[in-house]
């Protein structure tokens, strides 16, 4: 028996995505550097299915169907080059790896480059859903060397999630060139750091200001699982806030609040800055993780300040609340999605939007009902120039933001930290404005370092120098592209 597919790296995701295949017909070859776990994995859970175990590189490449295909399910870095060194004198010309793992597009870009040079297709897919996603149906996001893309699609549009009115439309699709695929992952991720740390501020307003117990937040995300903001991460939130652990505690009030992170937040900020793309809301998500995990350092200053305290109508501010998580997530998504829009430009990517938000319907991370509406956006408009000035959202943040306005009030009034939210409401803002302060930052430049400015009165590219000081020469500083 040769296995149609290889998995190599047979962890949390690994396994979990073998078996998903498997259990759509298709035979699939398994290795793993500890080999322990592949012998674990065929000693229970693999026993009956058709997998084909191996307990070397050389068995594991010997036991597949010609042209190879591997997806490797591996830690991101380093790892990756050595695994695939390893491989690569096992394989012939028209073989593929896909890296499935959360590597960064850079190396993916790189990886597909030098491995079209031997003759090998390189696919660098994104895999979003976590253990159960990898199992019954994840969004895939594969990008790289297009010669491969006829010999997985099946497979990968066979264990995808489907989404759709028919439960039908599969959350996959090529997403394009170089590493691609690994960006529009990565940005996925940043994405989801922004829902995460939205979901925990809304959390933090009714824990400290509210004073709800862990029944009556549950209650409440599990109602607001039902409206505008029906996902997964709302409906987990609700059943993690009600489990509680053996000694029939709340388990989530023994959790330490240091929040830990693996990197594609930081890669898509590192990104934002790179394309000039103000994604405050994910740089501000990434900066919380940051600021939380100096637990001691937090524990000693607040022993320094009293939080202030300051009366609020507990209905009022529920539905408050919901509606600021409504508008700061639409803010959110419209710097994502601005990004990928950049990112897609200048890389030459041609990423489809629409498409993009269509296979994040189902089995990711960020899955939700909302991303329907971001997919209609899109396919309205491809060159939409940012979701918040789409008819639908334009309409569903006018609607929503006086919550978030009343939010941030509440916030401030009462001590409790919103970065992210609070970042919402600046880009929001900011946005929406005609004349922002700039001219003043401008004649700042220009008055100490003759930096330059453009005036309002002629034509843009035409660049002025004014001796403010009276003491300054004629002599400008040059205009710099950053
Ligand atoms: N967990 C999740 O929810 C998600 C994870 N991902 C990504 O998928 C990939 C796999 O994730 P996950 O299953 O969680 O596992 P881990 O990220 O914990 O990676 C473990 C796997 O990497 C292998 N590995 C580590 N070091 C080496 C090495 N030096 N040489 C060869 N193999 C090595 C391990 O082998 P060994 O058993 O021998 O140690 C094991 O198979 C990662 O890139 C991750 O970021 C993507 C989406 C969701
Ligand atoms: O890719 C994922 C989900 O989509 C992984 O779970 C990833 O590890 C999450 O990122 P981090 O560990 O940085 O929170």
Redesign the pocket.
Known sequence: MLGDIGI?????????LARNIESKGYTVSIG???SS?IRDFMEGKGKEGNFVPSYSMEEFISSLKKPRKIM?????G???D??ID?ILPLLEEGDTII?????NYEDTERRVKALEKKGIHFVGS??????L??LYG?SIMPGGAKEAWDGIKDIFMDISAKAGKNGDEPCTTWIGAGGSGHYV?TIHNGIEYGDMQLISETYAVMRDVLGLSNEEMAEVFTRWNKGVLESYLVEITADILGEKDEKGEYLVNSILDKAMQ?G?GKWTVISALEEGQPVSLITEAVYARILSSMKDERVEAAKLVKRPVSEVDKEETIKNLEMALYASKMVSYAQGFSLLKAASDRFEWGLNLGEIASIWRGGC?IRSAFLDDIRKAYDKNPKLMNLMVDDFFQKELEKAVSGLREIMVTGVRNGIAMPAMSSALAYYDGYHTENLPANLLQAQRDYFGAHMFERIDTARGEFFHHDWSGQGGNTASTVYKV
């Not at 490797?72 to 991101?76: F, T």
């Not at 994104?126 to 253990?131: A, D, K, L, T, Y």
Request: hydrophobic fraction near 35%; proline fraction near 2%.
């Open positions: 190599y790296g047979f962890r949390v995701m690994g396994e979990n793993n550097r500890s776990v490797l399910m591996i830690k991101a380093s790892v990756v050595a695994t390893s890296d499935g793992g959360n590597s994104g895999v979003s859903g976590g253990e996603g990898a994840p992952k693996k594609t991370i």
